[in-house]
């Protein structure tokens, strides 16, 4: 079950609701996928998140051409959910095959929910054969519409961390976190 306002706010403005302010709705996985997508992109002004569910597709509006392409490499292009094959789309897109970890900044920069990227190329005595990035994330908890049965209320609470790891998945040499400050 999920909670769903009756007066929709922005999301990632949750107030305090009580029992007479909401109603309950069952939200099937690809919507709470297109939901932990939205709540990623909530605070970026150059990325809208729009889902179509006729055709089972999410599609990302970017502004910024090389916040586009990094984002259409860093995100899967479709994601199965059992009998149904949701695709993920990214306006405008890059088909070039790239390496993902080149375009995190690129794919986060202007996001208030984004802090910063730290590679670390070696670290004496172990001698990492390839750079390690991490993509650090504001500390703070994100609540999304979705049902998952964890929850009474219907919303997901979150870091912002754990939606990226969901939504990217493994990239390898790159770690999503979130700032200890």
Same mark, same amino acid.
């Given at each position: 079950?999920?909670?769903?306002?009756?007066?929709?706010?922005?999301?990632?403005?949750?107030?305090? %609701?009580?029992?007479? +302010?909401?109603?309950?709705?069952?939200?099937? *996985?690809?919507?709470?996928?297109?939901?932990?997508?939205?709540?990623?992109?909530?605070?970026? *002004?150059?990325?809208?998140?729009?889902?179509?569910?006729?055709?089972?597709?999410?599609? %990302?509006?970017?502004?910024?051409?090389?916040?586009?392409?990094?984002?259409?490499?860093?995100? *899967?292009?479709?994601?199965?959910?059992?009998? /149904?094959?949701?695709?993920?789309? /990214?306006?405008?897109?890059?088909?070039? *095959?790239?390496?993902?970890?080149?375009? %995190?900044?690129?794919?986060?920069?202007?996001?208030?929910?984004?802090?910063?990227?730290?590679?670390?190329?070696?670290?004496?005595?172990?001698? %990492?054969?390839?750079?390690?990035?991490?993509?650090?994330?504001?500390?703070?908890?994100?609540?999304?519409?979705?049902?998952?049965?964890?929850? +009474?209320?219907?919303?997901?609470?979150?870091?912002?961390?754990?939606?990226?790891?969901?939504?990217?998945?493994?990239?390898?040499? /790159?770690?999503?976190?979130?700032?200890?400050?």
């Amino acid at each position: 079950m999920s909670i769903t306002k009756r007066k929709r706010a922005s999301l990632g403005t949750d107030s305090n %609701l009580t029992g007479d +302010e909401c109603e309950m709705n069952v939200y099937a *996985p690809w919507i709470i996928f297109y939901r932990q997508i939205e709540a990623m992109f909530s605070e970026d *002004p150059e990325v809208v998140v729009t889902y179509d569910d006729e055709t089972k597709t999410i599609t %990302l509006r970017v502004e910024d051409l090389k916040k586009a392409e990094a984002l259409s490499k860093l995100l *899967p292009s479709h994601r199965v959910f059992g009998n /149904v094959e949701v695709t993920v789309t /990214v306006v405008p897109a890059n088909k070039e *095959p790239i390496d993902k970890s080149k375009y %995190l900044e690129a794919a986060f920069r202007g996001n208030g929910a984004f802090s910063h990227i730290t590679t670390i190329q070696d670290i004496p005595p172990m001698h %990492l054969p390839n750079p390690v990035t991490y993509c650090v994330f504001k500390k703070e908890v994100v609540q999304y519409d979705a049902d998952d049965m964890s929850s +009474e209320s219907g919303r997901i609470s979150t870091l912002y961390q754990d939606i990226a790891k969901e939504l990217f998945g493994n990239i390898g040499g /790159v770690y999503f976190c979130t700032d200890s400050e």
